[in-house]
């Protein structure tokens, strides 16, 4: 069974370009959450979704960040324009949904973002 | 807010030694704890799931404990190996997010 896929693996840009990340969850999976890590820490929530609602932004920055799953699969979080600060890895991460707060989330390998 | 702290950040032991890792969290109402492993280069792999209910679990060579009341978890690996060279990574689940730690960076040397 294929796991969680991201593309691309690594991305270099200038500031002030825009980036777009895309992420393909485990087949099944209907909740879809996008973590950010920043070197030496853990990841942090941007956002997860339920199919193809938004359940939860709160961490994410809406002046430059956004994020669709627009048929409740694949998704694609968007930065524009990219600061030198949003330098880090972007963690995608899938679960089966359905609310239940014990299950597993399978993680991706990541995109690692330079922003020079 | 919930805030989880990983002890040692990095840690450094010869091949066969058993080893133990500190998680602690500052707000006991936690659905689960979650052990994870992150290899370079790669994303997390989850290890060991505790439900709050619990007080351990085992996977092979690793053992983790929880104790909500005092808000710390251990994760003990047993006869330590090259191959667990890695960072290993706590995280709590409250409603449905999951708060991840800092990490243990672990280096196993032959």
């Known amino acids: 069974e294929a796991g969680v896929v991201q593309s691309p693996r690594y991305k270099i840009i200038e500031k002030k370009q825009p980036v777009a990340f895309w992420c393909n969850p485990i087949s099944g999976h209907n909740t879809l959450y996008w973590y950010l890590q920043n070197l030496g820490q853990g990841p942090e929530l941007l956002i997860r979704y339920e199919n193809e609602e938004a359940v939860d932004d709160s961490q994410l920055p809406k002046d430059r960040f956004s994020a669709e799953r627009l048929k409740g699969v694949d998704s694609t979080l968007k930065i524009q324009p990219a600061e030198l600060g949003d330098s880090a890895v972007y963690l995608c991460?899938?679960?089966?949904?359905?609310?239940?707060?014990?299950?597993?989330?399978?993680f991706g390998p990541g995109t690692r973002l330079l922003v020079l | 807010k919930q805030e989880v702290t990983q002890i040692p950040a990095a840690l450094s032991v010869p091949e066969g030694e058993n080893l133990v890792l500190n998680c602690s969290f500052t707000?006991?109402?936690?659905?689960?704890l979650q052990w994870f492993r992150q290899d370079p280069g790669k994303g997390l792999t989850s290890l060991l799931l505790i439900q709050s209910s619990q007080r351990e679990q085992t996977s092979g060579r690793l053992n983790a404990s929880l104790d909500k009341s005092s808000g710390r978890s251990t994760l003990y690996i047993a006869a330590s190996q090259p191959g667990d060279s890695a960072t290993y990574l706590c995280a709590v689940v409250g409603f449905q997010k999951l708060v991840f730690g800092t990490g243990t960076r672990l280096l196993v040397s032959p």
């Open positions: 991460a899938s679960s089966l949904g359905g609310g239940a707060a014990q299950e597993t989330q399978y």
């Open positions: 707000d006991s109402a936690i659905y689960n």
